[in-house]
């Protein structure tokens, strides 16, 4: 179903949703315009899925502060498009699990290393391969670990704190680490014990869909005193990108949080254009409970990037008998783009403390921000953007101008233009395969269908939509990597 609504460019890379519109129904109150980032050429692609109408939803929920706004990685959703961001007021908004999604804190770690393509090449498919091995991946996959329920308790409350403090990866990772790797208001009692159960076996594990290690090369650099800030330093520079989420965990939390919303719904009188996006106010029970337990499941999802990437410095020593400290494996930065925060932006010029929702969104903050490591508070956050496996990722930094019109927050990735099941019908292995192999791209995968669903045309141009945030000064460009090797899950 196409999206007919009004929709009108405002600024270059910014087209504006009225707020005027009263939806397909013609009872739609929204509280403010909404935006979409985007270029002119992406627009008529992203009102094709209807993911428009799910934006000017949200802009209906009480307690909004200024407008919601969509990335160009804008598809449909639950509840809130993928590539959504919203703030609501500390005291009298709302917090709705459709606006962070089930993958809780699906995310982007990067590490950077001394190697260079050269130090490699005819190591890559040994690399890969060896990665295989050692990170399990795939739907229902286990990880190596066997938990107590006091220690995974622990993981949901400790998050990556509690994987480097059981050896898995250096201290100094956690100050690159988003929140430090630990929200620190996760309490696990939130969480049910069908979640604790599913998320046990589960820690230390890739798991499917778009979820990827990936071993890269430094292709293009643009802003070289930045870039050398965030440990790159020349073409050709090896990086790896570890992309997964907290598991079956994460969307056990949102399945069991979702169901309470409902009834909070009803409780508090809260009138929605939309049932998914179910939601309670931000100081009720209902909506703390939430916000604890999504906390926890982001936690979970930092330990699980922690104890992964742990293996792959591990997968490296092992082919290339070399230590990983020797060859310069240092995290860059790990970043969540499936989370609320409790945060402080300057509105109207009012400092006022908001819970931003990143539904498919990274965080971006600017120069100068206490959140971001001290090694980069002078140039400003990495922003780190993968795109489908045979195409380039990116790393960008955040902006003054994302600061004041987006709560510091960009795009998180290619978005999908294509379902799984039409992925499917439309491709096939061996084609997809050979043309990785030109490119020169070997690929390991869980199983023939992840293959298909995640093939390469069923995204969006990765160029395009980190060209519109870069167009739109949402961010500003920096690396572009280019994959060399990939596990899919």
Known sequence: MSWTGPIKNVAPFKYEIPSDYHGIEGNLRMKAPAYIYASESMIEQIKRDNAPEQLANVSTLPGLVGSAMAMPDIHWGYGFPIGGVAAFDGEEGMISPGGVGYDINCGVRVLRTDLFYDDIKDSIRPLVDEMFRNVPSGVGSEGKLRLSRKEIERVFEEGAEWAVENGYG?????????ENGRMKSADADMVSQKAKSRGAPQLGTLGAGNHFLEIQRVEEIYEPDIAKAFGITGKGQITVMIHTGSRGAGHQIATDHLRVMESAVKKYDI???????????????????????????????????????????????????????????????????????????????????????????????????????????????????????????????????????????????????????????????????????????????????????????????????????????????????????????
């Not at 250096?170 to 988003?178: A, G, Q, V």
């Open 271 to 489: 009138e929605l254009p939309d049932k998914q996006l179910a939601c309670a106010p931000v100081n009720s029970k209902e909506g703390q409970d939430y916000f604890r337990a999504m906390a926890a499941g982001a936690n979970f999802a930092w330990a699980n990037r922690q104890m992964i990437m742990h293996w792959v410095r591990e997968s490296f020593q092992n082919v290339l008998k070399e230590d990983a400290e020797d060859m310069g494996m240092r995290l860059v930065y790990d970043v969540a783009h499936n989370i609320a925060k409790y945060e402080e932006h300057i509105i109207e010029g009012k400092r006022r403390k908001v819970y931003v929702h990143r539904k498919g969104a990274t965080r971006s903050f600017a120069a100068g921000r206490p959140e971001i490591p001290r090694a980069y508070r002078d140039v400003g956050q990495p922003v780190l953007i993968p795109g489908d496996m045979g195409t380039a990722s990116y790393m960008l930094v955040g902006t003054e101008r994302s600061m004041k019109e987006a709560f510091g927050s960009s795009c998180h990735g290619a978005g999908r233009v294509m379902s799984r099941h039409q992925a499917k019908r439309e491709f096939s292995v061996d084609g997809i395969k050979g043309e990785l192999e030109k490119k020169g791209i070997y690929l390991r995968a869980a199983t023939k269908h992840v293959i298909l669903e995640e093939a390469p045309d069923a995204y969006k141009n990765i160029d395009d939509v980190v060209g519109a945030v870069n167009g739109a000064g949402l961010a500003k460009v920096v690396v572009k990597l280019k994959p060399l090797g990939v596990v899919k899950g």
């Open 170 to 178: 250096w201290k100094e990772d956690l100050e690159h680490t988003e």
